[in-house]
């Protein structure tokens, strides 16, 4: 289920609702119906407002913190703000100056206040302070260590009261919980896990297909994932399966899957290289596949499996590799491992399919799939190799629900925050996922969603349109060039997502030209104008404008225009948070400090004004920053 936020033009009086019927919502999301379960509304101010008219609207107790200098960790706690005041009542009604939102309560005072510099009538503003429990009567103000635990045991429901200025907003005691407690077991406990401001604020990651799958690397493009190739081998084994009817001529009908272990060199490998082609595409995180469905790992499995890259193939310890070269070498990227919840042919957990009778190399023989192979396999990825996320796959039979609450509270107990994906099997995750699947079975990509999703999520897709894997099949000219990839970023990341897009490498670890050469497109232009996607904020009013899409910080508003502006103009319509003074400028080579001319006109269009041979200079996205003053 998806909670979406709609933004309503609170100047016009809301009469009625218009629910979607059957077509129209099929339409839209490619599903049969939508069902709403429930709609929130909030009211707006009645009157012709000559000052701003700030409500607080709902005040959030999160799981999230954040480490200060003083080694203090502070809770944040989420507030939204909203200024009722209508979106056509003049620049009077607007807030223009900075103001400072806190917090008061019995049990948490607050070390991190918020600050609030524009919001325009009929706009709303999400921010968060960070607290820390207060200590209990006459104990003193502080007490000592690295977390700076207070007396208030942490997890206390209290109550606090939203100061503006220092001033209380209203008499209302919003409930919140006071202090992150330690994860235990349970529902209960798991579900009050987000996911972590760095993931928020990451925006762009780069996924890595990369197993034995590489090696054969091939279906009739758009039809299959490549990465499947011993699924479809054998689901159907017959000549109605184009692979299997492909690995009997190339290969002949006794040269098995797992022959192809030597052919998996990883010879052209460097990890460093890895992860600076990494940094270098902009990426601030990275996902790699750890173990596929196929059951082979690139990382030390112990003894729960001898199926790995240690034992077979490279006889390396690929993803030890990366993580040190990461560690090493490009210490700002987060760290993803993705992990494969079941293995097809497992001769202890065939997963949805006859196991073929094929040998299955490095198997252990284990008395159940979950304990002896999942949870330790898990646990290493956790405590070995230290990864930042979790990222699952296929969902399922799992073990996590048992074992994270361990992995959370010791990430924790180091100051590091970590997440695990929506397909882990769990009641739980710190964020949603939607794939692009092959033609004919297109999920939940960001091209179908028009106005934010509340919930964190991220999109992922390949490269290769067809395919995560390297798949020989897809021509060189079939993949995502740099304009598609960086309109997908600039248009999630709008709407409250991350993008993360996949690259499969050739069994000797080459990534190949075209992903190569357009995501390194992609990392110059996030060089001028990343500013406008990491650590930006959705714009509550609207995600878009026709070919514009719209981010925020709290100094300053963003435009980003996905088609060239012929003319050298951007306009819009729409209520955007800007006054006469406000500094535009374009996120272009050599441009960013100079000033932009741009007005209101008298119909209430926005009119921005650029330089077209400075435009020009960028191809696929233009962005401009329009800072607050």
Not at 12 to 18: A, H, P
Not at 203 to 223: E, Q, R
Not at 437 to 457: I, N, Y
Not at 544 to 550: A, G, I, K, T, V
């Amino acid at each position: 289920m998806f909670t979406f936020q709609h933004h309503v033009d609170n100047a016009k009086v809301l009469t009625g609702i218009i629910m979607p019927n059957q077509t129209a919502s099929s339409q839209l999301t490619g599903t049969v119906s939508i069902h709403v379960f429930a709609i929130t509304l909030v009211s707006a101010s009645q009157t012709t407002a000559h000052a701003p008219v700030l409500a607080v609207q709902n005040v959030r107790s999160t799981t999230k913190f954040r480490v200060l200098e003083d080694g203090t960790e502070a809770q944040l706690i989420e507030i939204t703000i909203d200024n009722i005041a209508p979106s056509t009542a003049g620049l009077a009604a607007w807030v223009t100056a900075p103001v400072t939102i806190a917090l008061e309560s019995p049990n948490v005072e607050t070390v991190m206040p918020a600050t609030i510099m524009r919001l325009r009538g009929g706009d709303q503003a999400k921010v968060v302070v960070g607290v820390v429990n207060k200590c209990a009567q006459g104990e003193g103000d502080r007490i000592e260590g690295h977390s700076k635990r207070q007396a208030i045991t942490a997890g206390t429901p209290s109550t606090v009261t939203v100061t503006l200025n220092g001033t209380p907003m209203s008499d209302r005691a919003w409930e919140i919980v006071a202090g992150i407690p330690d994860y235990y077991v349970g529902d209960e406990s798991l579900r009050t896990h987000e996911s972590a401001e760095w993931f928020d604020d990451a925006k762009f990651g780069l996924f890595v297909h990369w197993g034995i799958y590489s090696v054969p690397a091939w279906t009739i493009s758009g039809t299959q994932y490549a990465e499947w190739y011993w699924y479809f081998q054998h689901n159907p084994a017959n000549a109605s399966s184009a692979v299997w009817t492909h690995h009997k001529e190339v290969y002949g009908e006794d040269f098995f899957y797992d022959d192809f272990f030597p052919y998996f060199t990883a010879d052209a490998f460097d990890a460093e290289e890895f992860v600076q082609f990494v940094a270098d595409v902009g990426a601030k995180y990275f996902v790699i596949t750890t173990k596929h469905h196929d059951g082979f790992a690139l990382f030390d499995t112990g003894a729960s499996s001898n199926r790995n890259s240690l034992n077979y193939g490279p006889k390396r310890d690929l993803v030890a590799e990366i993580m040190l070269a990461a560690n090493n070498t490009q210490p700002q990227l987060h760290r993803g491992l993705y992990y494969s919840l079941p293995e097809w042919f497992n001769p202890s957990n065939a997963y949805n399919a006859s196991a073929p009778k094929e040998p299955y190399t490095g198997y252990v023989e284990v008395d159940d799939f979950l304990q002896d192979i999942m949870k330790p396999q898990m646990e290493a990825l956790f405590y070995n190799y230290e990864t930042d996320m979790l990222w699952c796959d296929v969902g399922g039979d799992t073990v996590l629900p048992a074992i994270a609450p361990d992995w959370f509270n010791w990430a924790r107990s180091a100051g590091r925050q970590v997440v695990a994906n929506a397909r882990c099997g769990a009641n739980y995750s710190d964020f949603d996922v939607s794939l692009v699947d092959v033609p004919g079975h297109v999920r939940a990509h960001a091209s179908r969603l028009r106005t934010p999703k509340l919930r964190k999520w991220e999109s992922s897709e390949g490269s290769d349109p067809y395919s995560y894997g390297y798949n020989q099949d897809t021509p060189y000219e079939d993949y995502r060039n740099a304009t598609y990839i960086l309109r997908s970023l600039v248009d999630i990341v709008s709407k409250n997502g991350n993008y993360l897009i996949d690259i499969g490498p050739t069994a000797n670890g080459t990534i190949v030209p075209p992903s190569r050469s357009s995501l390194l497109a992609v990392g110059e232009w996030l060089k001028m104008s990343g500013e406008a996607i990491y650590g930006t904020k959705y714009w509550y009013v609207a995600a878009e404008d026709s070919d514009l899409r719209f981010t925020t910080k709290a100094d300053a508003f963003y435009i980003l225009s996905l088609s060239y502006p012929e003319g050298g103009v951007i306009s819009s319509s729409l209520p955007l948070p800007l006054k006469q003074g406000d500094k535009a400028t374009f996120l272009g080579i050599d441009s960013a400090e100079k000033e932009l001319d741009w007005q209101w006109t008298n119909d209430g269009v926005f009119m921005l004004y650029a330089d077209e041979d400075d435009l020009k200079q960028v191809e696929d996205v233009w962005a401009f920053r329009i800072a607050y003053v």
